[in-house]
Nanobody, 123 residues
């Protein structure tokens, strides 16, 4: 079965860190561009970052530049989103998505989506 699974979310204090994982089952992620998205309560889903596969995809949301880093471990079929210096406004459900040739990080029409993982930044 083709599946993407996010993990690593949870509750963290402001200024803390979390590392989210996006792991593929049923296909190999190495050829795919991987996007990270988030959706806060009452807001539209927005693109956070993108990492290249066979096609180039490099993007980082302005509000998280310098705090978030995306990386890939092909041996583990996993992409990571390292989130440092977290702020309450980072609270959202975070999703990963995979596409051989994504149109745009701003587009929600990606081939595969994970189920999402909740990140809550609060004291």
């Amino acid at each position: 079965q083709v599946q993407l699974v996010e993990s690593g979310g949870g509750l963290v204090q402001p200024g803390g860190s979390l590392r989210l994982s996006c792991t593929a089952s049923g296909f190999s992620l190495d050829d795919y561009a991987i996007g990270w998205f988030r959706q806060a309560p009452g807001k539209e889903r927005e693109g956070v970052s993108c990492i290249s596969g066979n096609v180039r995809c490099t993007y980082m949301l302005d509000s998280v530049k310098g705090r978030f880093t995306v990386s890939r471990d092909n041996a583990e079929n996993t992409v990571y989103l390292q989130m440092n210096s977290l702020k309450p406004e980072d609270t959202a459900v975070y999703y990963c998505a995979a596409d051989l040739a994504p149109l745009s990080i701003t587009s929600l029409e990606w081939d595969y989506w994970g189920q999402g993982t909740q990140v809550t930044v609060s004291s």
